[in-house]
T-cell receptor, first 112, second 118 residues
């Protein structure tokens, strides 16, 4: 599986934007970039995914570098409920029978 | 939509007993479900892929005779931890991938089951 690298932790203040980086220099042409987050003592929650173009949804935006070797998850206005571990995962888009391999993720702390 | 439930949410059992954990997709059918385990302060580790109507596929290092998986219907997969020991205490999480395109090709996760073996 292609590997991703994320900072262990980041801090943000409430109502400020947060940019969570992810490096994936060995990404292949068919790999989708997925982001999940896990709140304490809960299962992971899907946040967003993309292939080449930047993506927006109600939770976040995903900015993908032109060479696809890195991406950034953007939370436009962090709230206390956004405090979680954020996982950047590459998913082989070549078929529907894929597995997700979770790394250590980034622990986001949001200060009031 | 795309809700996955787990039961029980937490369970305490004595060493040597077996525990069954259920994973249900509530508003979609899923031929494929996944079971993960997460120890404190660590990431999720995939244990096995559960396929409806066929045998589960276990990841390397996971004992199939200890962690029995049954995927008897398109909305239910069960994980039975047999002869549980304290080292099996962990947070067990399932996920399901919907069969229909309505929910995309994502995996949807359950809320997890906290198992404590005394």
């Amino acid at each position: 599986d292609a590997k991703t690298t994320q900072p262990n932790s980041m801090e943000s203040n409430e109502e400020e934007p947060v940019h969570l980086p992810c490096n994936h220099s060995t990404i292949s042409g068919t790999d989708y970039i997925h982001w999940y987050r896990q709140l304490p003592s809960q299962g992971p929650e899907y946040v967003i995914h993309g292939l080449t173009s930047n993506v927006n949804n109600r939770m976040a935006s995903l900015a993908i570098a032109e060479d696809r070797k890195s991406s950034t998850l953007i939370l436009h206005r962090a709230t206390l409920r956004d405090a979680a571990v954020y996982y950047c995962i590459l998913r082989d888009g070549g078929g529907s029978n894929y597995k997700l391999t979770f790394g250590k993720g980034t622990l986001l702390t949001v200060n009031p | 939509g795309a809700v996955v439930s787990q039961h029980p949410s937490r369970v305490i059992c004595k060493s040597g007993t077996s525990v069954k954990i259920e994973c249900r997709s509530l508003d979609f059918q899923a031929t494929t479900m996944f079971w993960y385990r997460q120890f404190p302060k660590q990431s999720l580790m995939l244990m096995a892929t559960s396929n409806e109507g066929s045998k589960a596929t276990y990841e390397q290092g996971v004992e199939k005779d200890k962690f029995l998986i049954n995927h008897a219907s398109l909305t239910l997969s069960t994980l039975t931890v047999t002869s549980a020991h304290p080292e099996d205490s962990s947070f067990y999480i399932c996920s399901a991938r919907p069969n229909t395109p309505r929910f995309g090709n994502e995996q949807y996760f359950g809320p997890g089951t906290r198992l404590t073996v005394t």
